[in-house]
């Protein structure tokens, strides 16, 4: 059987591997458009962060590995088209137009950071570095900048004000809606690090979108949002990513919004053809369907992918949009579904905000947790914590609460292990209104 | 544009036919129909045997006879001229073209002739000639695409869905699930209750947007321009926020353009309720255009009626319709006139008065002033004004309208008197607003009847008296009407 990924980022890879648990005799090909391998996305991160010495470093897998598991691999490979007719893949490699066929065939293509509606964001000048080749470019413009606009207020984007306020540079961020991180925390949640962004000098431009970005002569960049602008020496674009998938066959159906649309075992319209990772959408922590383009979510698309390429027997479980993240002195952790976005659904919630000590020493650090639940039956549906301390790992607990929908008297009945030093009477993850210090006043 | 800009010429002739025999209780005589048509006696029988072949779609529920003298209509209780306008619809290939363009968003002209079984030249009439009626939305057919403000495109969609194109060929979406959640999140972010009858519009509103937001390169150009003063507007903020947030779960990205076309729809067509309306008046700027010219019209309206105050509930449902009207006139160009307004616009002077309409026209053309907007003459979008303006007017006075009590008092023998009183009555039992009866003393009334020419009016108390010329006589009953109508106003 020969399987043909698209794409050898984390979810191409996660495939591939997994191809080769079940299918120790399949010869695998992949097929990716950068020239280097494993490039962890926005790697550029860990740079700044001093995590790494090299750029080059941020790899989450070797050649050698992929050489280990015989997984053939073509870097600099641009595929044209896809014949799901022939089951023929046609390719650009070393300058040559190759063809491949297949037997089965998964995408997993990724995305990129690209806007339609922001006039000039395409230029070269307007930095984004997703990829290896544009982090490299981006490192040596932001080393020179001393001002440096950052147009989207998400997880990469402030992450990247923090970094760089690090490094002494000005940054202004411009987010289109009224507050940042909106995907993963409300509003109520975000205070105490917009405090602090405006406290470490960001100039935050809330609730304002860019139209177009202008190169200057004197190579200074103008952002214009409305009636205003910001002049600056760089400009990170850190908007949503979205696929790009200008190969794809016509039969292969998509969605509205241009990713594939598949089923629950990820296979597509055609036979013998799977979509995973940024490709996709997947049931959110709804179970409607929803763009995640998450690692977590193409490491697990990419395996469950892999699982069912003969035979449908592994679903897809959907994805809670977990994520952990230190920025600017806090710890943030989301899952699952927020009060925001409970709006699109037919849950009707009620929504607990309290603040607790994580350990029983005096002088514990505390952690804000809010707590998003059916108001009927209590299952979980969601919790969001925002601490000066790393407890980033008890999301984990509370995502895995919230799949096996678990209820708030559940999560009470709960084995945690006791100790002064690391716990308090009742673990953190419990909501327990005798604990803590409620902060919101009631509940919606 | 017309609904007939869709049709070919012989197709509108025979439409004419049907309405013609419609309005002459089912006959009329050959010769008055081709008066009426003023066309030659070829074309009229081309168009009758046009008409038979047509109407053999109905299986003998409709068709038209003619025995060489009278032309006579025949039609089954369960079909109305709404189901033939239908059948000759349904048969336009420029209604086709359009639907193409809104599915496939591009066409090439190999692709729509083949599709069409037409020629080519036969394809570049017809997509010129929709261009010439497309002009007054702002928008027009070119390479294969429609091209213009997104605003105006939606808008133009809008009414095509809703008064051109059948609506069953969208009935699969009304009951899409995701449809009936994207409503649900509407109301639960705006905190807005939208009643069954507004949600087939919205729906049909949400379906053209849905197969739009794709499409790249979208013109806010204008709408940038209108919204200028609405960018703190309460309602859109919280639009905004919405379509930012619904958006960001799908890998489609959007700008606030998208945001304002929603805002305009809402507030331009009947989606909210009057009560969730009623509270957005409460915290929007009274300043912005279309508030502030809903204030003066509905101030110029109350002074020419000469009311001194409307009662609480008028007055918002007064503003609930103003602020469709204007919001239309402010945002958008251009309208569709469907048949079946034109033919009461026509009556629009026996039905209403003349006065009514003269006001309506004054009206619209200060609003027309206050917005500084170009009117042409043959604006569909100010002629249909003019007609919202007059239904307002017209359930206005007839809200204002208080029950009248009028007295007959005739002097004469019993008999008479109680015989001719009983017809008078009956007589005037059509007019509305009035309650009347035989004079009753020690009762006060509003208006008094009587013949006596002699005998001392003061006795009424301060009733408006009439004297008969001639009990039953059409110069009275007119006198009387007018002097209701003064009453009332």
Redesign the interface.
């Given at each position: 059987m020969k399987v043909v990924i698209i794409g050898a980022s984390f979810a191409g890879i996660a495939a591939a591997l997994e191809v080769r648990k079940h299918h120790t005799d399949a010869n695998i090909v992949l097929l990716e458009k950068q020239a280097t391998l494993a490039y962890i996305p926005n790697g550029l991160h860990l740079y700044w962060g001093n995590q790494i010495d090299d750029l080059n470093a941020a790899r989450f897998i070797t050649e050698e590995q992929l050489r280990q598991h015989t997984i053939e691999y073509y870097l600099g490979a641009t595929v044209q088209n896809i014949n799901t007719d022939q089951k023929i893949i046609a390719y650009d490699y070393l300058e040559q137009e190759e063809l491949v066929a297949y037997d089965k065939l998964i995408i997993a293509a990724g995305s990129r950071q690209l806007s339609e509606k922001i006039d000039g964001s395409a230029q070269d000048s307007v930095l984004k570095y997703k990829r290896y080749g544009e982090a490299q470019a981006a490192l040596s413009k932001v080393k020179e900048s001393q001002h440096v606009t950052i147009i989207g207020g998400g997880q990469v984007g402030v992450e990247a004000a923090d970094l760089l306020t690090k490094q002494q540079k000005k940054i202004t961020l411009i987010e289109s809606m009224d507050y940042v991180l909106f995907k993963y925390l409300d509003e109520d949640m975000i205070q105490p690090l917009e405090q602090k962004m405006i406290e470490n000098g960001i100039d935050l431009r809330l609730g304002q979108t860019v139209s177009s970005i202008d190169m200057e002569s004197n190579h200074n960049l103008t952002v214009r949002l409305g009636d205003d602008s910001v002049i600056s020496d760089a400009v990170i674009m850190s908007v949503n990513v979205r696929p790009n998938l200008p190969f794809l066959d016509t039969r292969i159906k998509r969605h509205t919004d241009q990713t594939i649309a598949v089923d629950r075992y990820l296979r597509t319209s055609v036979e013998d053809v799977f979509a995973v990772g940024d490709c996709i959408q997947l049931s959110g922590p709804d179970e409607d369907m929803v763009y995640i383009p998450l690692i977590n979510n193409a490491v697990r698309t990419g395996i469950v992918a892999a699982a069912n390429l003969i035979e449908p027997v592994l679903e897809f479980k959907g994805s809670l949009r977990t994520i952990g993240t230190s920025i600017f002195g806090y710890y943030i952790a989301s899952t699952g579904m927020t009060e925001a976005e409970s709006l699109f659904t037919n849950h009707t919630i009620e929504t607990h905000r309290q603040k607790v000590p994580l350990t029983s020493l005096p002088h514990s650090d505390t952690v804000i947790l809010k707590w998003v639940y059916d108001a009927t039956t209590h299952v979980l549906l969601g919790a969001q914590m925002i601490s000066k301390a790393n407890m980033l790992e008890k999301i984990n607990t509370l995502a895995l609460a919230i799949q096996t929908k678990q209820t708030l008297e559940d999560l009470q009945q709960t084995d945690y292990f006791f100790h002064p030093s690391y716990s308090q009477m009742m673990t953190t993850t419990n909501l327990v209104s005798w604990m803590g210090e409620r902060v919101d006043k009631d509940e919606s | 544009m017309k609904v007939e800009h869709f049709l070919e010429k012989n197709e509108v002739r025979e439409i004419t036919i049907f309405n013609q025999l419609v309005l002459n209780h089912g006959v009329l005589s050959y010769k008055d129909m081709l008066d009426h048509l003023a066309v030659s006696k070829a074309s009229l029988d081309n168009d009758l045997e046009s008409i038979a072949a047509r109407m053999s779609d109905f299986d003998k529920q409709v068709y038209i006879q003619y025995d060489g003298q009278n032309i006579e209509l025949i039609m089954g209780d369960h079909i109305s001229l709404q189901h033939i306008y239908r059948l000759y619809l349904d048969q336009s290939i420029k209604i086709k073209i359009i639907n193409y363009l809104f599915k496939h968003q591009k066409f090439s002209i190999t692709q729509l002739t083949l599709k069409l079984a037409i020629s080519e030249s036969s394809l570049f009439r017809k997509i010129r000639d929709l261009n010439s009626h497309l002009k007054e939305f702002g928008i027009k057919i070119r390479n294969g695409q429609l091209h213009g403000e997104e605003l105006q495109i939606r808008y133009f969609y809008f009414h095509f869905y809703s008064y051109i194109e059948d609506k069953t060929t969208l009935f699969t979406v009304h009951a899409d699930s995701q449809m009936i959640?994207t409503m649900?999140?509407l109301e639960?972010?705006l905190k807005v209750t939208i009643l069954p009858e507004n949600r087939e519009r919205l729906s049909t509103w949400l379906f053209i947007s849905?197969?739009r937001?794709?499409i790249?390169n979208q013109k806010h150009k204008y709408l940038r321009e209108k919204m200028k003063p609405y960018?703190k507007d309460p309602l859109y903020h919280k639009i905004?926020?919405m379509i930012?947030?619904?958006f960001?779960?799908?890998?489609?990205?959007?700008?606030?353009g998208e945001a304002m076309l929603h805002f305009v729809f809402l507030l331009a067509f009947p989606i909210l309720t009057e009560d969730d309306f009623h509270e957005y008046t409460l915290i929007r700027d009274r300043h912005a255009p279309v508030a502030a010219l809903d204030m003066y019209i509905a101030e110029t309206i109350i002074n020419h009626f000469k009311f001194r105050k409307l009662p609480y509930m008028l007055e918002r449902e007064i503003y609930y319709h103003l602020t469709h009207i204007h919001t239309q006139l402010y945002f958008f160009q251009g309208d569709i006139e469907r048949f079946e307004y034109r033919y009461i616009l026509a009556k629009e002077k026996q039905i209403v008065g003349d006065n009514l309409v003269a006001f309506a026209r004054e009206i619209i053309g200060t609003s027309i002033k206050r917005f500084r907007i170009e009117a042409g003459d043959n604006n569909s979008l100010f002629k249909m004004g003019v007609f919202k303006y007059i239904n307002l007017l017209l359930l206005l006075s007839f809200k204002m309208a208080k029950v009248l009590q009028i007295g007959i008092d005739l002097k004469m023998d019993e008999l008479y008197k109680e015989t001719l009183s009983e017809l008078l009555i009956l007589k005037m039992s059509p007019i509305q607003g009035i309650h009347i009866e035989r004079y009753e003393p020690n009762k006060e009334y509003d208006l008094i009847l009587t013949n006596d020419k002699t005998s001392d009016l003061s006795g009424y108390e301060g009733a408006r008296v009439y004297v008969l010329s001639e009990v039953l006589s059409s110069f009275d009953l007119a006198n009387i009407q007018r002097i209701i109508q003064e009453l009332n106003t």
């Open positions: - | 959640q649900q999140s639960n972010f849905k197969s937001i794709t790249k960018v905004q926020v930012l947030r619904y960001s779960r799908y890998s489609i990205e959007v700008d606030e």
